[in-house]
C-alpha cells in the first residue's frame, strides 16, 4: 500500500476530487500487519484508537501486530496489553584505522 486518497472539496462548489496522499502524511500512522482474525489487516488506526483504558474494551485479538509507518516501532497486542519494539538505531561508523 502506498498511498491513500483523501477526498477534498474544491472551492467550485461541493465537487469533490481524490487527492493521492502518501501514508506518512496521513492521520492514522498505524497500520495492522498481522491479525489473526484477518478483520483489521492493512487498516490504519490513529494512537487514541490503539490506546486501550482496560482488556475488556480492546478490539483486538491476541497477536495482531501495529507497524508505525514514520518511526517503524511494532506494538503487539497479547494478554491485554501492548508489548513494544523500536527499530534498531544505525551505527555510526567511527574513524577507526587500520
Known amino acids: 500500500m502506498n ?3 483523501v477526498t477534498a472539496l474544491t472551492r ?5 476530487q481524490v487527492i493521492p496522499v502518501s501514508l506518512s502524511q496521513t492521520a492514522h ?3 495492522v500487519i498481522h491479525d489473526p482474525s484477518g478483520d483489521f489487516l492493512g ?6 484508537d490503539l490506546a486501550v483504558k482496560n482488556a475488556q474494551e ?3 485479538e491476541d497477536g495482531t501486530i501495529f507497524w508505525h509507518i514514520r ?3 511494532l506494538r503487539i497486542w497479547n494478554n491485554g496489553r501492548y508489548k513494544i519494539l523500536y527499530p534498531m538505531a544505525a551505527k555510526k561508523k567511527t574513524g577507526v584505522r587500520a
Open 3 to 5: 498511498a491513500t486518497a
Open 12 to 16: 467550485q462548489g461541493a465537487t469533490s
Open 29 to 31: 500512522p498505524w497500520m
Open 43 to 48: 487498516r490504519c488506526f490513529r494512537n487514541s
Open 58 to 60: 480492546a478490539q483486538w
Open 71 to 73: 518511526q517503524g516501532d
